[in-house]
């Protein structure tokens, strides 16, 4: 029995963290939304609002943030294959990197990620 995990656990473990952040980024929308509702707008976050999301990356045991944008993390994310990761956390074998940015790079997954449940 191989020590390596497999390439499909590495993508599990990455979808698992991407569900983390967007269970986030739902809970922000249902704030703006109930705050819009109540004429609250000082509450509302915009899409330049930074924000610390979770590292994106194969290894269960990251704990990196990545200071990032409410709006350019659903602009990344609106293709289901990409992924935000700090800089060195790539896996090039079931990965490519496609945009870089200070702090953080954007990996675009080879082949087809398990649904999160």
Known sequence: MSDTPSERRLAE??????????????????????????????????????????????????TKRIYITFGEYGRIHRDRSNFTVVPGHEVLTIEQIVEKFPGYNVVHKFSDLPEQT
């Open 13 to 62: 473990n990455e979808v698992t963290f991407r569900h983390l952040n967007e269970q986030a980024q739902s809970g922000l929308a249902a704030i703006n939304e109930l705050a819009h509702e109540d004429s609250q707008m000082e509450f509302m976050v915009s899409g330049d609002t930074p924000l610390y999301f979770y590292c994106e990356c194969s290894s269960l045991s990251c």
